[in-house]
């Protein structure tokens, strides 16, 4: 059966999100830290992780600089205040929304 | 090249071309890394390349993340109609305009452009019909050179660089300095025009040797495109 990503949708962006709050990554370092830090739940496609943080980056949420680390040049993404508040949003959206399917569930459990 | 497929598709489906370099330049050092990452892992280079290109993902996978996100698209390839119809005789009329009018000032700052002013020196008649000669040589085949690069960048069809060849010829600018010793009110009589114009439309009639040279170096530029686009459908 294929997949539906609708309830996906927006998880990536949080994952990203909430990563670059506490320092600033670049996309192989983002793509390995939310595959390590959800247990591979989560894995957004190694390469399409950069689309998404170029629109997060347009929509003004992140900021990016080219910096060099032992001889590396790679783009650095770190957090906006725009995108502290985007996060702030999310976070509050899917907290509602983990509630929700946790009583769904909860209450499908006490039917059986 | 690695990852050259990549941006032709992204090009083709309208990714403006300074987003497409910057996706490619991240993507190569991505792939370095995983190489990295699974060198560590034991494999050899060779394995090591081919799994790291593995698990970044196919082009087709790579393009649609990106072509997904529109707000990368570039306006000539949202709206090219809105490029290569007004803007080539405008830039052609603009750029004749600017070089035509310095001429003119300088003239006129000497007053060689007077009424009744006597022919100009030397220096002057040089200078006018130099710069008429490059007017008339390079205005319309650059300006129709730059629409043919942009629709070269950004992998349009040829019909929109065709458009705007075809403005340029039919909307044609003709310069023309004339040193006329014998004329009692001007000593030298300079001027640009479009082609519907009938003064221009005489004058045009003594130059065709030089209006056709334009024309035919008016066409190059779109005739390298095609050329190009043949020899490279061949190869594929």
Redesign the interface.
């Known amino acids: 059966m294929a997949e539906d990503n609708s309830f996906m949708s927006g998880l990536p962006e949080l994952a990203i999100l909430r990563l670059l709050q506490d320092q600033e990554m670049y996309g192989y370092e983002i793509v390995q830290a939310i595959a390590a830090r959800t247990a591979q739940a989560l894995s957004p496609g190694e390469g399409v992780i950069y689309p998404l943080l170029h629109g997060l980056e347009k929509a003004g949420a992140l900021k990016s600089r080219r910096k060099t680390v032992a001889g590396r040049s790679r783009v650095y993404y770190s957090l906006t205040v725009k995108g502290a508040r985007r996060l702030s949003t999310l976070t509050s959206r899917w907290s509602d929304l983990n509630g929700a399917v946790q009583a769904l569930m909860g209450g499908a459990l006490a039917v059986r | 090249m690695l990852f050259d497929n990549l941006a032709e598709i992204l090009l083709k489906g309208g990714v403006a071309p300074r ?1 497409v370099r ?2 490619v330049a ?2 190569r ?2 792939l ?3 190489t990295e990452q699974q060198r560590h892992a034991g494999y050899n280079q060779e394995d090591a390349a081919l799994r790291a290109r593995a ?3 196919d082009d087709d ?2 393009a649609a ?2 072509l ?2 529109k ?2 698209r570039s306006f000539i390839a949202r709206a090219p109609w809105a490029v290569f119809i007004p803007l080539p005789p405008i830039i052609a009329l603009l750029a004749s305009r600017l070089i035509f009018g310095s001429l003119a000032q300088i003239g006129g700052h000497y007053g060689f452009l007077a009424n009744h002013a006597p022919l100009p020196p030397l220096w002057y008649q040089v200078l006018a019909t130099d710069v008429t000669a490059i007017l008339n040589l390079f205005t319309m085949p650059l300006t129709a050179a730059l629409f043919v690069a942009l629709a070269a960048r950004q992998r349009l069809k040829p019909i929109w660089p065709l458009a705007a060849t075809l403005l340029l010829l039919v909307l044609f600018i003709h310069s023309d300095a004339t040193f006329a010793p014998s004329d009692p009110e001007h000593g030298i009589v300079l001027g640009f025009a479009p082609i519907f114009e009938k003064p221009a439309q005489e004058v045009m009639l003594d130059h065709w040797p030089l209006v056709t040279a334009q024309y035919l170096l008016t066409l190059v530029p779109w005739l390298w495109l095609l050329t190009r686009r043949q020899m490279t459908h061949s190869k594929l």
């Open positions: 987003h910057r996706y991240e993507l050092e991505h370095e890394d995983l698990l970044l993902g996978e790579l993340a990106m997904e996100q707000q990368f």
